[in-house]
């Protein structure tokens, strides 16, 4: 297989992989407090790992929200790489603050380019036509 042809057969499997998953992005609006989300998201540290957009840190991107709220705060609760990120009790963080925090991630823009703007996702787009 050439360069080429691995790199496209690459570009094509993120390609549907991020297809995929936006079609899942869940359709429930949040229930909590935007602006005490972001209090929060600051005082947390979130940012450290997420980046101040939630979606350019070393952390995993958070923007898109993938997660309907009750999955995010199970996976705030017990992180599945506890070595990458600390969980949070209850009593550390309550759900009413997670509730506030996936709102305010919620409400975050994503910037991430649509597969059109890109050249190689374009052309594959225009292959499968």
């Known amino acids: 297989m050439s360069n080429y042809s691995r790199t496209l057969a690459v570009a094509a499997s993120l390609l549907m992989v991020a297809a995929a998953a936006y079609s899942q992005t869940p359709a429930t609006p949040p229930t909590g407090s935007v602006s005490h989300g972001k ?3 600051m005082k947390y540290t979130c940012y450290a790992c997420h980046g101040f957009s939630g979606q350019n840190g070393n952390g995993a991107r958070l923007v898109p929200m993938k997660f309907p ?5 199970a996976y705030v609760r ?20 997670l509730a506030d925090i996936y709102s305010y991630i919620r409400s975050l823009p994503d910037s991430a380019p649509s597969p059109a703007s890109v050249p190689i996702l374009r052309d594959i787009l225009n292959e499968n036509k």
Not at 69 to 73: E, L, P, R, T
Not at 86 to 93: N, Q
């Open 78 to 97: 017990n992180p599945p790489r506890a070595n990458q990120m600390p969980s949070y009790s209850p009593k550390v963080l309550p759900d009413g603050d």
């Open 69 to 73: 709220q009750a999955g995010f705060i």
């Open 39 to 41: 209090e929060l998201f």
